[in-house]
């Protein structure tokens, strides 16, 4: 694993920790292998949009967050609050990169969200499409 | 501040005074640090810290705690 993997993976870590601390949930990992893919992305790349690092370009933004939310999803790296986790991560990269976005409609896509049925390129997608 | 040792079943304990946790913010059920140092004959108690790594960002994780609170009606039920 890269640095900035194992920066993102302790930072989701962390996260995880705070969420389920703050509804009072189990934390913790319940699958190493399952986090890993949800920051190693294609050619060794990181999250790097988690890391405080603007990107410059949107579309690089999107395809990062559809990995993330899918991998997060379909894998369910922690014990609990896993979209609980995804939800926040995704909040908080869409306002640090002040994209204008419906929390609800968000939250609503979250809940439902099939990842048998949608991959990490419709969630882009549905990103690209409902936070400008 | 004096306190005497009272039995708890079948094991030793003492109370804490309801200012001492309220300052401490102790609830029924927080984790406490205890050391014990035999040479002094010091008990001490201690809330536990988390200590972050050294490369945690700390205004970065300030920044995602406090969505989490902004946001803690929607985040607190969408794992139920």
């Not at chain 1, 319940?30 to 370009?57: H, I, M």
């Not at chain 1, 993330?68 to 999803?73: N, P």
């Not at chain 1, 894998?75 to 994209?99: C, Q, T």
Request: charged share 25%; aromatic share 10%.
């Amino acid at each position: 694993m890269t640095d900035n993997q194992k920066k993102e993976l302790k930072l989701l870590c962390f996260v995880n920790w705070m969420v389920a601390r703050k509804f009072d949930d189990d934390f913790g990992v319940r699958d190493l292998d399952s986090l890993k893919s949800v920051v190693n992305l294609p050619g060794n790349g990181s999250l790097t949009c988690f890391l405080g690092e603007r990107l410059s370009n949107r579309k690089d933004l999107y395809s990062q967050l559809g990995w993330f939310v899918y991998y997060m999803i379909s894998g369910e790296p922690f014990i609990s609050k896993n979209r609980s986790v995804v939800l926040l991560m995704l909040i908080w990269a869409l306002n640090y990169y002040r994209l204008e976005f419906d929390v609800e409609a968000l939250t609503d896509f979250i809940i439902m969200l099939d990842p048998l049925k949608q991959g990490n390129s419709d969630i882009s997608l549905w990103l690209s499409n409902n936070c400008r | 501040m004096r306190r005497k040792i009272i039995r708890v079943g079948s094991s030793r304990g003492i109370l804490l005074p309801r200012e001492v946790t309220k300052a401490m913010h102790w609830e029924f059920g927080t984790e406490i640090d205890l050391d014990v140092n035999t040479d002094r004959k010091e008990v001490t108690l201690k809330t536990i810290k988390v200590s972050l790594p050294d490369d945690y960002n700390l205004e970065h994780l300030r920044g995602i705690e406090e969505h989490l609170n902004l946001h803690a009606d929607v985040l607190g039920g969408i794992d139920d």
